[in-house]
């Protein structure tokens, strides 16, 4: 089930990472980023709740102020990685609040805490997310990062990282699919050709998208609505690739890894379901069009 996933770091490295590095307290620092750098911990993000998605300002699990310790209570829904990851970096209510955004506070929580249960939620690609569950963990003062309260924008910080996509994948992708036509005598066909064309440029303009990010990020700025470009692009031209193979390769495409009948054993049965979840995870299409319309063109807020 796992033979696809390299996850080790990812967290830890692109997006907890960054804003412990600008955010942390010096001991988080020390604690944390030399050992995010050898690849020896990763995190687990921990946001979405059962009403709490897209606007993630009304998440309400609750992280009750003791002073030298939080007790935090309520579930999490879709939290990759938390059953292997060793911290969540996880959004949690201190304050009730009017913008609900302000009363969020963000902490890193040892995933061995007890009162932590974490149940497996498998997706249409065949990876692991989680449903999880707090019932009373103890969680130091230490774990708080920066301020209590303004956990909100810190992890709007390590929202934008995350969306800072790459294109490889979508380029191996293409260029397997690419070498498949050529194998079989396909080129001649006037609509693959098109479609083929077609996703070239798409994947060429996605590229140049993500060296603008790469060039922000050199420059110390963080990219915001050209990350949700970038997400966006990327998330949608995976289902060009993907539909145009399955156009392609007619019925056969349908036919699952390990079969003799398989093209390309099975690789575009598998991303054709995989897929979908780019489009959801890190912020819908629909929210990556929003934060473009209103940040990038300067829209008015809906
Ligand atoms: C496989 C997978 C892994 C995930 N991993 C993680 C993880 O590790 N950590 C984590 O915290 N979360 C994770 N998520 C959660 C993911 O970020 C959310 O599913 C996503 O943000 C959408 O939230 P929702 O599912 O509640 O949908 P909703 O927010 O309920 O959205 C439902 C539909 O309404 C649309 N919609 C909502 N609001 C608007 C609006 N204002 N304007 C226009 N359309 C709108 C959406 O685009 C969507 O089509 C994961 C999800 C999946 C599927």
Known sequence: ???????????????????ILSRGSETQKQNYLPRIARGEIEFALGYTEPNAGSDMASLVIHAEDKGDHFIIAGSKLFNTRAHFAQYYWLGARTAETTPSHKGISLFIV???????NI??????????????????????????????????????EAVDHERISTVGGLTRDFHQLLEYVKAQRLGQNP??????????????????LALRAAWMLDRNQLPNYEAAML?????????QLVNTAMQIMGPRAQVKKGSKWAPLNGKFEWRYRDSLEELVTRGTSEIMRNIIAQRGLKLPRI
């Open 231 to 239: 997400k966006m692009v990327v998330s949608e031209i995976e289902q």
């Open 110 to 116: 040892d995933l061995k805490s007890p009162g932590i």
């Open 191 to 208: 609509l693959s050709r098109q479609k083929l064309a077609e996703l070239a440029i798409e994947i060429e303009s996605a590229r140049l």
């Open 119 to 156: 149940d497996p939620i498998w997706t249409v690609g065949g990876r692991r997310t989680n449903a999880v569950y707090f019932d009373n963990v103890r969680v130091p003062r230490a774990a708080l990062v920066g301020e209590k309260n303004r956990g909100f924008y810190y992890i709007m």
């Open 1 to 19: 089930m796992h033979q696809f996933l390299n996850w080790f770091s990812t967290v830890g490295a692109g997006m907890a990472g960054p804003v």
